[in-house]
């Protein structure tokens, strides 16, 4: 039987492929359950640094399973099955989360991407938020992330018509980060998740989570948050390390200026 969620962790890096191309990466109950199973791993997986997240085929994912919901429905009996919170697993994996859109990210499949830190696409990548038209209330978090991504009225725009999003608009609107040809972007994604994995872990972690938390707080509680988090984090730094960083920070520098 063929794996619906392929894994593979190379140097610190586990790319995770969805893999049901022939039914452009369709998020059955099935699948939601094994691709949160998967995050969950990866949570305290310590070969695992950085993540990709990309599908198989020429879609990223073109959301909910719609075959399965048209033959049982939103609440299908085995819906039961899936005890698993996918869009909390991807969220509270604690590890960066790099979203390579190969292809369609529709409705579940754009909520999918926007559950992830840093987004990357394919010219073949398209995005749509068909809610309105399926009849369907979003409850994974496009309503609320989308416009704080994009703004309330082109985020409106998308969510009022359920028209398609060019990858070349995307970036425009500020949506996703870069545009890269098919064939280059698993390589960016690979090179930019190496470059990831070169700073420091415990740094890192901290940071991304200041980050996500002034995602869902206040700018006056984010900023108290950071205020926090370093003198905490900072007061038992040695002047021989933070001159050794500095030296590194100069090299890289020089490296990437030459």
């Not at 995770?16 to 990466?25: C, D, G, I, S, Y």
């Not at 075959?67 to 909390?88: A, F, H, R, Y």
């Not at 991504?149 to 985020?155: P, V």
């Not at 470059?195 to 989570?209: A, F, G, N, P, W």
């Amino acid at each position: 039987m063929t794996d619906i969620v392929l894994t593979e962790t190379t140097e610190g890096i586990t790319t995770v492929t969805l893999n049901r191309p022939e039914h452009l990466n369709a998020l059955s109950v099935e699948l939601r359950q094994k691709l949160g199973e998967v995050f969950i791993k990866l949570r305290n997986d310590t070969e695992t640094q950085v993540i990709i997240l990309t599908g198989n085929g020429r879609a990223f994912t073109a959301g909910l399973d719609l075959k399965e919901l048209g033959q049982q429905g939103m609440n299908t009996p085995s819906s039961g099955n899936e005890t698993v919170d996918l869009q909390k697993a991807i969220r509270e994996v604690g590890k960066p989360v790099i979203g390579a859109i190969n292809g369609f990210a529709i409705t579940g499949g754009f909520e999918l991407a926007l559950a992830c830190d840093i987004l990357i696409a394919s010219t073949e990548a398209k995005f749509a938020d068909t809610h309105v038209r399926m009849g369907v209330v979003p409850g994974w978090g496009l309503s609320q992330r989308l416009s704080r991504l994009i703004g309330a009225s082109r985020a409106k725009q998308l969510s009022f018509t359920g028209n398609y999003l060019s990858a070349e608009t995307a970036e425009r609107w500020g949506l996703v980060n870069e545009v890269l040809e098919p064939d280059e972007l698993l390589l960016y994604c690979q090179k930019l998740a190496k470059e990831i994995t070169s700073v420091d872990q415990d740094t890192l972690k901290e940071v991304h989570r200041l980050i996500d938390y002034g995602w869902e707080n206040s700018l006056a509680e984010g900023i108290d948050e950071e205020r926090h988090a370093s003198r905490s984090k900072n007061r038992d730094l040695e002047a021989d390390t933070l001159e050794q960083n500095r030296l590194n920070v100069q090299s890289r520098g020089r490296e990437l200026n030459s």
